[in-house]
C-alpha cells in the first residue's frame, strides 16, 4: 500500500513539473563545465572528436588522433574519455582503444600523461589533454613509460623502435604481440 502511494505520488510530480513535456534532467556542475570546455575546443587539424552514444552523453566520448609527424606519421589512433560528474576536480579518465607500440601507452590502452595524473589542476580542460595526447606521438617519452620494453628500444635503438611502429601500425607482430592495422 505504502508503494502504490509512492508511485501515485512520483507520477503526480512528474507530470506537474512536465507541463506535457518530458522532464528535464538537471547538469551536474562538471557537464556544464564539460559542456563549456566541448563549445571551446580548439583541436588541431589532425584530430577529431565524436559521441557514439549521442550528444546527450557528453560525459563520454572519443578522440582520434592522426600524427602528421615523427614516428607515428599516417596513423590513427581512437582514445576514449570518461568524465565523472565532479569534473574539473577529477581528471578524466583516457584509454586508448587502439593497440598502439608506444613507451607511454600499455599495451591495455592505460596512458601515462602527467596531466591526466599527479600534475591534474581544475584550471585545465578537454583541449590541453588532446594536445598532450597529439605530444605523445609526436614527442614519446623513454623516461617515464608504461611499456617498459618499448621505452628501452626507443632509448637505446631509436632506428629499431621506428621499424617496430611502423611494423606495428602496419598490422604485424613486435615481438609476441599482435597489432591491428592502424593506417
Same mark, same amino acid.
Given at each position: ?36 570546455? @566541448? ?12 559521441? $557514439? !552514444?549521442?550528444? &546527450?552523453? /557528453? ?66 580542460? @578537454? ?12 614527442? $614519446? !617519452?623513454?623516461? &617515464?613509460? /608504461? ?37
Amino acid at each position: 500500500m505504502i508503494k502504490l502511494f509512492k508511485v501515485k505520488e512520483k507520477q503526480r510530480e512528474l507530470a506537474e513539473n512536465s507541463n506535457g513535456r518530458p522532464p528535464v534532467k538537471k547538469q551536474s556542475a562538471g557537464e556544464l563545465r564539460l559542456h563549456k570546455d @566541448i563549445s571551446e575546443l580548439n583541436l588541431p587539424k589532425t584530430c577529431s572528436i565524436s559521441f $557514439p !552514444n549521442g550528444k &546527450d552523453d /557528453l560525459m563520454n566520448f572519443e578522440v582520434t588522433i592522426r600524427p602528421d609527424d615523427g614516428y607515428y606519421l599516417g596513423g590513427t589512433f581512437t582514445f576514449t574519455f570518461h568524465i565523472s560528474s565532479i569534473y574539473p576536480h577529477e581528471a578524466p579518465k583516457v584509454k586508448c582503444k587502439t593497440k598502439v607500440y608506444h613507451p607511454n601507452i600499455d599495451l591495455d590502452g592505460n596512458v601515462c600523461l602527467n596531466i591526466l595524473r599527479e600534475d591534474w589542476k581544475p584550471v585545465l580542460n @578537454i583541449n590541453t589533454i588532446i594536445y598532450g595526447l597529439y605530444h605523445l606521438f609526436t614527442e $614519446p !617519452n623513454h623516461e &617515464d613509460p /608504461l611499456n617498459r620494453e618499448a621505452a628501452a628500444v626507443l632509448r637505446d635503438n631509436p632506428k629499431m623502435f621506428e621499424s617496430n611502429v611502423r611494423r606495428a601500425m602496419a598490422g604485424g607482430y613486435v615481438g609476441q604481440t599482435f597489432f591491428t592495422r592502424c593506417i
